[in-house]
């Protein structure tokens, strides 16, 4: 029985130096991410609060009305900007920070993330914009939304790296507006099957288009009768560190 079990032993050893025994397979889907802390889609939360981001700009023509309404309502959005655009419109970002804001990081070129980027490139993307926000704001920004969605182990990898914490969005809140869907495609996105701390994705770039600007005359006061806070990424990632802390610290 003795030598049973050590030429048991002395298999699995083999096995193990011969590459027999191959880590346990791990599936990188969203819940991998959520529960690492390393991708937002939502942030889901006992208060009725809600985030509207903005991506693609500063674009004066579209971003100017928008933040118009934005007062009006006394709401406060998240905007994922572009560094190429930044250059271009460096005051509608000042005013975005100006009036309680939160402008956040979109790349550069608006660049997909696709399989076969190159880390550097990824990282240039990133660092560029970055650079260009703190110069212009004196601020820097804290979140990160890879353009289309598409992200890699390696974006996260270098994002998270440089400070940065990756954020995507409701999957039930792609209004999909930069296709120009209908200004009622875009309300109802919006305002039906609302959940507290969901992240609502909108553009505030699209040339030629005034349908985001049109819906969101019927989004904001739609949300505030529904009861919402229309609040930052930020503000709604606050509010889930705080609910979780231990009740005494």
Same mark, same amino acid.
């Given at each position: 029985?003795?030598?049973?079990?050590?030429?048991?032993?002395?298999?699995?050893?083999? =096995?193990?130096? %011969?590459? /027999?025994?191959?880590?346990?397979?791990? !599936?990188?889907?969203?819940? @991998? *991410?959520?529960?690492?802390?390393?991708?937002?889609?939502?942030?889901?939360?006992?208060?009725?609060?809600?985030?509207?981001?903005?991506?693609?700009?500063?674009?004066?023509?579209?971003?100017?009305?928008?933040?118009?309404?934005?007062?009006?309502?006394?709401?406060?959005?998240?905007?994922?900007?572009?560094?190429?655009?930044?250059?271009?419109?460096?005051?509608?970002?000042?005013?975005?920070?100006?009036?309680?804001?939160?402008?956040?990081?979109?790349?550069?070129?608006?660049?997909?993330?696709?399989?076969?980027?190159?880390?550097?490139?990824?990282?240039?993307?990133?660092?560029?914009?970055?650079?260009? =926000?703190?110069? %212009?704001? /004196?601020?820097?920004?804290?979140?990160? !939304?890879?353009?289309?969605? @598409? *992200?890699?182990?390696?974006?996260?990898?270098?994002?998270?790296?440089?400070?940065?914490?990756?954020?995507?969005?409701?999957?039930?809140?792609?209004?999909?507006?930069?296709?120009?869907?209908?200004?009622?495609?875009?309300?109802?996105?919006?305002?039906?099957?609302?959940?507290?701390?969901?992240?609502?994705?909108?553009?505030?770039?699209?040339?030629?288009?005034?349908?985001?600007?049109?819906?969101?005359?019927?989004?904001?006061?739609?949300?505030?009768?529904?009861?919402?806070?229309?609040?930052?990424?930020?503000?709604?990632?606050?509010?889930?560190?705080?609910?979780?802390?231990?009740?005494?610290?």
């Amino acid at each position: 029985m003795v030598k049973a079990m050590t030429r048991g032993i002395a298999i699995v050893l083999c =096995l193990v130096f %011969l590459g /027999g025994f191959e880590e346990p397979y791990v !599936r990188k889907d969203r819940a @991998f *991410y959520e529960k690492r802390g390393e991708i937002v889609w939502e942030v889901p939360l006992e208060v009725k609060k809600i985030a509207l981001t903005f991506d693609d700009g500063p674009y004066p023509e579209t971003t100017d009305p928008i933040l118009d309404l934005l007062k009006e309502y006394g709401a406060k959005a998240t905007f994922f900007v572009l560094g190429n655009k930044v250059e271009r419109y460096p005051e509608t970002v000042k005013r975005e920070i100006d009036e309680g804001h939160e402008v956040a990081n979109h790349t550069f070129n608006h660049v997909y993330f696709k399989d076969a980027i190159k880390s550097m490139t990824i990282q240039e993307e990133i660092v560029s914009t970055d650079r260009l =926000l703190m110069e %212009l704001t /004196g601020r820097k920004p804290m979140l990160f !939304r890879p353009p289309g969605g @598409f *992200y890699s182990e390696e974006s996260i990898r270098i994002a998270k790296q440089l400070g940065y914490t990756t954020v995507l969005w409701s999957w039930h809140k792609d209004t999909n507006d930069w296709r120009s869907p209908g200004v009622g495609h875009i309300v109802r996105k919006v305002l039906n099957n609302t959940r507290n701390g969901d992240i609502v994705l909108l553009h505030d770039y699209i040339p030629g288009s005034s349908q985001t600007v049109e819906a969101l005359k019927l989004i904001l006061p739609g949300l505030k009768k529904q009861g919402f806070q229309i609040v930052t990424v930020s503000e709604l990632l606050h509010d889930k560190a705080g609910a979780q802390m231990p009740i005494g610290l």
